[in-house]
């Protein structure tokens, strides 16, 4: 019997949640996906130094304030890891916009096109690129613009809601990141229910409902779930698009060998019973507000990932003021 991680990969693309270039090389997935945090914790380490010194020395060479030489290695930096993780990867990686921008719609556009102009500058086509942006409704419609007037691929992330879905498969986005472990955190933290078994998991209840009506009304943004805490999450959602997990949960995965059953494909989805739903912004301000688990962790998502780039920005900062 092949490994579970293997089993899932004739099923689901996977993606790895990493910085880390050796777990990719290890576990060989298709795209990647990164974040301020994981940028963060990757900036420690003593093989990726010389990322941090090329955008300072590219940042210096450009004209204007020390704050705007700081957001210029902040930026190449963060390409400089996405094209890296290129060489290990066939397929695509995701570079996240600054969470402090999530409510700024027209600054989002410039800082999206402003990252794929660096990568042009290293040879590398957007078609490998997707833009994290929040999933808020400026992030939302930052992408729709992106995509519809800059063919700019987008990963709308931060998703909680089954409204902030919909709202992204109007909007005609690449591809979205509904979280699953956070979901999983709050029932923990707020209710009575400590253990779920994986199908009643609420994390995966609502990957799933997306899922399904997303194949059930053809829409072609794609779900790659997110943010898991244990292997049964994981294949509880087996025949997802794709699914982005940690280097530790890959190697737990990669260690079993247990039947995986596929619960999600386009064909069960076309029999739900599901009505179609208009999204507008005051349909989804509503929605959103009436999902105490989504308000509550979009808010603390940007919170933290806002956190997180303040501190890269400190350890580059100093680097920028030694050169």
Known sequence: MPSVLDQIKDHTVVVADTG????????????????????????????????????????KAKEGSFD?????????????????ILKIIPGRVSTEIDARL????????????????????????????????????????????????????????????????VACAEAGVTLISPYVGRIFDWYVENTDRK???????????????????????????????????????????????????SPSL?????????KVTVYLSEKQAKQCELTKINMDEKTFRWMLNEDEVATDKLAEGIRNFAVDAVKLENVVKERLLKA
């Open 20 to 59: 880390d270039f050796e777990a990719m090389k290890k576990y060989e997935p298709t795209d990647d996906t990164t974040n301020p945090s994981l940028i963060l914790a990757a900036a420690q380490m003593e093989q990726y130094q010389h990322l941090i010194d090329d955008a300072v020395q590219y940042a």
């Open 68 to 84: 705007d030489q700081l957001d210029w290695t902040m930026d190449r930096l963060f390409v400089n890891f996405g094209s890296e």
């Open 102 to 165: 999530s409510f700024d719609k027209e600054a989002s556009i410039s800082k999206a096109r402003r990252i794929i102009d660096l990568y042009k500058e290293k040879g590398i086509d957007k078609e490998r690129i997707l833009i994290k942006l929040p999933t808020t409704w400026e992030g939302i419609e930052a992408a729709r613009t992106l995509e519809q007037e800059y063919g700019i691929h987008c990963n709308l992330t931060l998703l909680f809601s089954f409204a902030q879905a």
């Open 195 to 245: 253990k779920f078994q994986p199908l009643e998991d609420p994390g995966v209840q609502s990957v799933t409902r997306i899922y399904n009506y997303y194949k059930k009304f053809g829409y072609q943004t794609v779900v790659m779930g997110a943010s898991f805490r244990n292997t049964e999450q994981i294949t509880a959602l087996a025949g997802c698009d794709l699914l982005t997990i």
């Open 250 to 258: 890959l190697e737990k995965l990669s260690s079993s060998n247990e």
